[in-house]
Structures are given as C-alpha cells and as structure tokens.
C-alpha cells in the first residue's frame, strides 16, 4: 500500500511564485481535492508533482519511492495516474490507439483494454473513431480511461471538469466516485468546488500558492467562507 506524500513544495517559475511550502498526503484509497480560484496554484503543484514544474521539495514520495529522484515518465510505472488540464489526447489518433498509449511505458502490467470500455462503454462504441472527433466531454473520459490503462493506484486529476456541460460533470463525478469506491485513491484539483466536495472526503484551500484551509469536504462545503466564495452561496 502506497502513501503519496508530499511535504514542503513550492514552484516557482523564473520570478513568479506559483507554490509556496506546500504539504499534504494522499493515503491509499484515499480522496483529497485541492479547490482554489484561477491562478492559485492548483495545476503546478499537480505538475511539480509530476516532475513537469520546477520545484523544490523536503519530500515526495509515493509509497518507498523518491519521487525527486524519479524522472517523470516512471511515475506511470510506480502506480502514478495523470489527467493533465485541458485532456491532452491524440486527436488524430484512434480511440483505442489513445488507450494503448496509456500503457506504453508499463504494457507489462497494463489494464486489459475492454476493462476501461465496460467502465466507459462510449470509448467502446467509438473505439475506431478519431479522439478529435470526440465531444469535449467524450475526450475527458477517454482521458481518465487512458490514465487507468497503466493500472494506476493513484490518479492526479487537473480539473476534469473543465468546459463540460452540468450533465457532463455530473458524470465525471460518477466515474470518479466508481473509481474511488473500487480502490484508486484520488486527488483531485478544481475550481469546480461543488464537484470536489461530491467527490472527495477530505479536501484542501489553495490561495496564493498557499495551503489557506483544510478539512472533512462535509466541513468545508458547510463553511460560510468557503460557501460565499466558492460555491457563490
Ligand atoms: P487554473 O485553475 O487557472 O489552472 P491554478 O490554480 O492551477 O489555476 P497555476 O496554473 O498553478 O494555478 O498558476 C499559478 C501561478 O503560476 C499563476 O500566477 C500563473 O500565472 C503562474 N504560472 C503557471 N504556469 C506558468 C508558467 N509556465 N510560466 C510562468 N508562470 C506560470
């Protein structure tokens, strides 16, 4: 069983400070959500993470690996799933080849491909299609489908709810929900609060590059801040 744990994280990049003394853990089968405004800091702590920011770090670690030390195209290896902001996928690539390359770097213990189509059937029914012609919504799932193709246990998400209709994050949130209640921990990072809170059952305040609050996501969805700030309540 693997923790992710990250302690003392701050990202700067040339003069800008996106991520100041960041520190958190992700406990196996755990949830946490990371919720701030545009501009917080959400997305490069994710990508430090990930070993695709600059950084500087007392520790990250998943589990007994060093994650300083490990260059970013083996964290797939160690377990370690990512849905980059903004889904990234091939768009003049298959569905299926989209997947596929999910698993390129670890096809030794990869997922069975039609494990992800019974999780998402749209990906199955469109498995030929180019990902380009996919909806935005459609390019998210094959996005996650694409992270669970190695196997992970533990999957980063950068705002999967982005540009997606209210029926369409209502779906994510049911794909992730499914994910969790199966053993994948989770660590989601949202401007989307309403989202994270359904989500996760522990989660984090970004401001400024800053950890600002945390707490159970019960707790900080009754908070009358957190309300007036980000839900709009
Ligand atoms: P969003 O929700 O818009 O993705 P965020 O909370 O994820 O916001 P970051 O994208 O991590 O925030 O940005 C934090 C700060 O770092 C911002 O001031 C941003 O302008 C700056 N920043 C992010 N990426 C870069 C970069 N590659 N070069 C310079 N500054 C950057």
């Keep these: 069983m693997s923790t992710l744990t990250v302690e003392g994280l701050s990202v700067h990049y040339g003069g800008v400070r996106a991520a100041h003394d960041v520190s958190f853990t992700v406990e196996p089968g755990q949830s946490l959500g990371i919720i701030g405004a545009n501009g917080a800091g959400k997305s490069s702590t994710l990508k430090a993470i990930m070993g695709l920011a600059p950084r500087q770090a007392r520790a990250i670690r998943f589990g007994a690996h060093d994650l300083l030390r490990a260059p970013a195209h083996t964290l797939v290896r160690h377990g370690i799933g990512y849905v980059p902001e903004g889904r990234h996928v091939f768009p003049g690539l298959t569905v299926e080849k989209n997947l596929l390359l999910g698993a390129y770097t670890s096809s030794w213990k990869r997922t069975p491909i039609d494990e992800v189509y019974e999780l998402f059937p749209v990906l199955g029914e469109m498995r030929g299609r180019l990902a380009g012609a996919l909806s935005g919504g459609q390019q998210q799932m094959l996005a996650v489908g694409r992270a669970m193709m190695c196997r992970p246990k533990v999957m980063l998400l950068d705002e999967p709810s982005m540009g997606l209709s209210p029926k369409l994050v209502g779906d994510i949130a049911g794909v992730l929900k499914q994910l969790n209640a199966g053993g994948l921990a989770i660590l989601l990072v949202e401007q989307n609060a309403k989202l994270t809170f359904d989500v996760t059952t522990t ?11 945390s707490g159970t996501s019960a707790e900080l969805s009754d908070d009358p801040q957190v309300r007036r700030i980000y839900l709009g309540l």
Excluded: F, Y
């Design 203 to 213: 989660c984090l305040v970004m401001e400024n590059g800053e950890i600002a609050a």
